[in-house]
């Protein structure tokens, strides 16, 4: 009988042991979340054509911050330019959520499943180059 309340006290103790542990990793992925939060309200993604006609600033989801046209802009027609300016905020959309995705691999890990999913957003919702590199038309 002593060995079988042994055991009992055993498995209670590593019973305790493995919540304990797991509240405590539910803890430290709160922090990591709450840092990855506030991380969405700093960082910023920033891209520049390629001759440097058009420089772009945005943050995480979309918002631009600032769009600087070089001299060297005037030279190309109001289309060109257009073209131009809406694939440098494609790409700096991207570079933004890009950093998030980096964020969240330093954070839980590169293989956690929350920065194979900032991953995918960043190509998914976001994709380099402009609509025409999601699958989407020009309109």
């Given at each position: 009988?002593?060995d079988?309340?042994f055991?009992?006290?055993?498995?209670?103790?590593?019973?305790?042991?493995?919540?304990?542990?797991?509240?405590?990793?539910?803890?430290?992925?709160?922090?990591?979340?709450?840092?990855l939060s506030?991380?969405?309200?700093r960082?910023?993604?920033?891209?520049?054509?390629?001759?440097?006609?058009?420089?772009?600033r945005?943050?995480?989801?979309?918002?631009?911050?600032?769009?600087?046209f070089?001299?060297?802009a005037?030279d190309?027609t109001?289309?060109?330019?257009?073209?131009?300016?809406?694939?440098?905020?494609?790409?700096?959309?991207?570079?933004?959520?890009?950093?998030?995705?980096?964020?969240?691999?330093?954070?839980?890990?590169?293989?956690?499943?929350?920065a194979?999913?900032?991953?995918s957003?960043?190509?998914?919702?976001f994709?380099?180059?402009?609509?025409?590199?999601?699958?989407?038309s020009?309109?």
């Amino acid at each position: 009988m002593p060995d079988s309340d042994f055991d009992a006290e055993d498995g209670i103790a590593a019973a305790q042991r493995q919540l304990q542990e797991a509240a405590q990793q539910a803890q430290q992925n709160r922090d990591r979340a709450q840092q990855l939060s506030a991380d969405v309200e700093r960082l910023t993604g920033t891209a520049r054509s390629r001759r440097g006609e058009v420089t772009v600033r945005a943050r995480v989801g979309g918002r631009i911050d600032d769009i600087t046209f070089a001299e060297s802009a005037d030279d190309l027609t109001l289309q060109a330019l257009a073209r131009l300016t809406v694939q440098t905020i494609a790409n700096a959309q991207h570079d933004a959520m890009s950093s998030l995705a980096e964020r969240g691999a330093e954070l839980f890990g590169a293989e956690s499943d929350i920065a194979a999913s900032l991953r995918s957003d960043a190509d998914r919702g976001f994709p380099a180059g402009g609509p025409q590199a999601g699958g989407l038309s020009w309109t």
